[in-house]
């Protein structure tokens, strides 16, 4: 399973209505494979539910940052944020944290 939860470092609370899209990534090619918005807690909580239907590989995290802020009036650097991550065992559990602000991001491999 892959799981994110977004929280808005500039205002010190999480990231309610933010579009994440997942997408396997093979050489060029790019297949979206899962989209949600996160919850009022900044959570997609299964964003991909069953990775033995996908399997192992290189995944595209994609974060809409750029409408999440211009909703709120807030002027911001980046559009959208992509992290990539590498499931090596699809039977675990990656769960994402992403934490952003207008200008900036930064992310890890939570649990």
């Given at each position: 399973?892959?799981?994110?939860?977004?929280?808005?470092?500039?205002?010190?609370?999480?990231?309610?209505?933010?579009?994440?899209?997942?997408?396997?990534?093979?050489?060029?090619?790019?297949?979206?494979?899962?989209?949600?918005?996160?919850?009022?807690?900044?959570?997609?909580?299964?964003?991909?539910?069953?990775?033995?239907?996908?399997?192992?590989?290189?995944f595209e995290l994609t974060f809409e940052t750029g409408t999440y802020f211009s909703a709120r009036g807030v002027?911001?650097?980046?559009?959208?944020?992509?992290?990539?991550?590498?499931?090596?065992?699809?039977?675990?559990?990656?769960?994402?944290?992403?934490?952003?602000?207008?200008?900036?991001?930064?992310?890890?491999?939570?649990?």
């Amino acid at each position: 399973m892959i799981s994110t939860h977004v929280l808005d470092v500039s205002i010190g609370r999480p990231a309610p209505g933010m579009r994440v899209t997942a997408s396997r990534v093979e050489d060029t090619r790019r297949s979206t494979i899962a989209a949600d918005v996160t919850d009022s807690e900044g959570r997609v909580r299964e964003l991909v539910p069953d990775m033995a239907l996908v399997g192992g590989g290189v995944f595209e995290l994609t974060f809409e940052t750029g409408t999440y802020f211009s909703a709120r009036g807030v002027t911001h650097f980046h559009p959208r944020v992509t992290v990539t991550i590498e499931v090596a065992d699809p039977s675990q559990h990656y769960h994402v944290p992403v934490l952003v602000s207008p200008f900036g991001y930064t992310t890890y491999r939570g649990s």
